[in-house]
């Protein structure tokens, strides 16, 4: 008997990890999105079954794919019969079985090769069709895409859990009731449903390079999807500016990973990060992406908003230290973002972009602006940002209360932490306050 506990926390890794590509391969088999997830979900119960038993598989991934593919054909064979549709069952079963190879692993590494193939993508623009509002699209993919819990979209979006929870039933009884086909756009139907693509694939990636809940800070596996993806949208739709703005976003931002956490998995703010951990090669593909980004926009006369955080994540990239950072050119592409894609979080960034070209009194002015913001009341940033201005502006004290604040707010064990260990030394400032000549 293999020890439940450890075989267990796998489970649960594996499932974090493959739950998507499951769904997305059955929902080629079922073109049913919601009957998909529940499949998937049978895989998983089966794995809780049999894994503390005969223990963790050599392909665990492949495992769970095929068992989900036989639950799949039950239910297609179950639903033939109920339809009454024998003379046809013969042929579609023979088709369907032709899906099984004997190793799996291949036939997904052969789907992400094909761009046509890739169910992962097909996943996505089925889920942000235009059938299903803006919101549900995004709420939708990024509980099928992200494998994220209705909480975390929630947060993600600024709204109420059971808000979340009602878009994502809602929109699958849709997608199911309007026979959505699970298949790639073409010509203007992509196009057309570009945009809601590329802000699902912006919320996964920000949802794996800063969780909003849970013991780690980052979710690497999110951050790699997202990134994989955009790239594939590159080469579906190569004159979309906005597409190589995202996957230049995208690019730029991952290769800061390794530098943004410690040995211990602690959080590194930008400003303290160690450069030379940036990954150069991501940093050049970056920056080739927005160059293209920014000729294609050139006809337009003006980036996008994609473009637009991409290139100030290349002004970051540019400086080889945290002071040679361009900041009054960041905080004039923030004014040029809060413009085009007004919203409380581009408000919270400008400040921030304000303060540090101008000095902290400056940005605590815009912040002070957005304290009853009813969308960022439960966002732990904004008393975060508010506490580190004060600080700068020696009030230490109402600083300290700001930190205590944002940290009860904040989900994310390592966010908690560091704001905590902010609360402690605005405390200690207090305790022992500067000496005056």
């Not at 239910?75 to 013969?90: C, M, N, P, V």
């Not at 009030?395 to 908690?416: G, K, P, T």
């Amino acid at each position: 008997m293999v020890s439940s506990q450890p075989t267990h926390r796998a489970i649960e890794a594996v499932w974090r990890i493959e739950a998507a590509k499951i769904v997305a391969v059955v929902a080629r088999m079922t073109r049913d999105l919601g009957v998909a997830e529940e499949l998937a979900q049978d895989a998983l119960v089966a794995a809780l079954e049999h894994w503390p038993a005969t223990g963790v598989p050599d392909n665990p991934g492949a495992w769970l794919v095929a068992t989900a593919k036989r639950r799949a054909l039950d239910h297609l064979r179950h639903r033939q019969l109920q339809e009454r549709k024998h003379e046809e069952i013969g042929h579609d079963l023979e088709a369907q079985e032709a899906l099984i190879v004997p190793d799996f692993v291949d036939a997904l590494d052969a789907a992400r090769a094909d761009r046509i193939g890739d169910d992962l993508l097909r996943l996505i623009f089925t889920a942000c069709h235009p059938v299903l509002s803006t919101e549900a699209r995004a709420a939708l993919t990024l509980r099928l895409l992200g494998g994220l819990t209705t909480d975390e979209i929630a947060r993600a979006f600024l709204v109420p859990e059971p808000t979340i929870a009602q878009r994502i039933v809602r929109a699958k009884r849709t997608l199911a009731a309007a026979k959505v086909p699970f298949e790639l756009p073409r010509d203007e139907s992509l196009a057309a449903r570009l945009a809601s693509v590329l802000e699902v694939l912006y919320l996964i990636f920000n949802e794996g390079y800063t969780a909003t809940a849970g013991s780690d800070w980052m979710r690497p596996a999110l951050c790699d999807e997202a990134l994989r993806l955009a790239r594939v949208l590159c080469g579906l739709a190569p004159n979309e500016p906005e597409v190589h703005g995202l996957c230049a976003l995208l690019e730029l931002q991952s290769s800061r990973a390794a530098a943004r956490t410690d040995a211990t998995g602690k959080p590194v703010l930008l400003l303290e990060q160690n450069r030379a951990r940036w990954d150069p090669l991501l940093i050049r593909r970056g920056l080739a992406a927005l160059q293209r980004a920014e000729v294609l926009a050139a006809a337009a006369g003006a980036l996008g908003p994609y473009a637009l955080q991409a290139s100030i994540a290349a002004c970051h990239a540019r400086a080889r230290t945290a002071d040679a950072t361009d900041w009054p050119r960041i905080a004039a592409l923030y004014d040029a973002l809060a413009q085009l894609a007004p919203s409380p979080v581009v408000e919270l960034n400008r400040a921030v972009a304000v303060a540090m070209a101008f000095g902290p009194a400056a940005g605590l002015e815009l912040v002070d602006a957005l304290v009853d913001e009813p969308s960022l009341a439960q966002y732990h940033w904004l008393p975060s940002v508010r506490g580190d201005f004060l600080m700068k502006l020696g009030r230490a004290a109402e600083a300290q209360h700001e930190f205590e604040r944002a940290a009860a707010l904040a989900l994310n064990a390592r966010e908690r932490e560091l704001l905590h260990e902010r609360a402690l030394q605005a405390a200690a400032a207090v305790a022992t306050p500067a000496t005056r000549h």
